[in-house]
């Protein structure tokens, strides 16, 4: 399973971006679908996820400005993230777990996608 991740880009502070991530490949089911961040200097760190059934969880830093949600017939995640601080100023990489069935057998996975840079001025 490969994630292609797009909508980085360079705003001011208090605008808006939308990041998205898809998954390719075949024979496979998409289980969380996630987001993490990695600024310069420090670890990366999970910003929000969101199960297969829906059930979402974010980071207190981002909690109230971003809405992460997917979109399972194209294999799709979004970021949706408002309200942009400085702070937020990061490498986004997306990431899933996966289930690939071949004949009789079920493989788990766990992709990463190539990262968006964001970078928000004050």
């Known amino acids: 399973v490969q994630l292609q991740a797009f909508g980085g880009g360079l705003v001011q502070s208090g605008r808006s971006l939308r990041l998205q991530c898809t998954a390719s490949?075949?024979?496979?089911?998409?289980?969380?679908m996630n987001w993490h961040r990695q600024a310069p200097g420090k670890q990366r760190e999970l910003v929000a996820g969101?199960?297969?059934?829906?059930?979402?969880n974010y980071a207190d830093a981002v909690k109230g400005r971003f809405t992460i949600s997917r979109d399972p017939a194209n294999n799709t995640v979004y970021l949706q993230m408002t309200n942009l601080k400085p702070e937020d100023t990061a490498v986004y990489y997306c990431?899933?777990?996966?289930?690939?069935?071949?004949?009789?057998?079920?493989?788990?996975?766990?992709?990463w996608g190539q990262g968006t840079q964001v970078t928000v001025s004050s």
């Open positions: 990431e899933t777990y996966y289930m690939i069935y071949r004949d009789d057998t079920t493989v788990a996975g766990r992709s």
């Open positions: 490949g075949s024979g496979f089911r998409l289980n969380s």
């Open positions: 969101i199960a297969d059934g829906g059930a979402t």
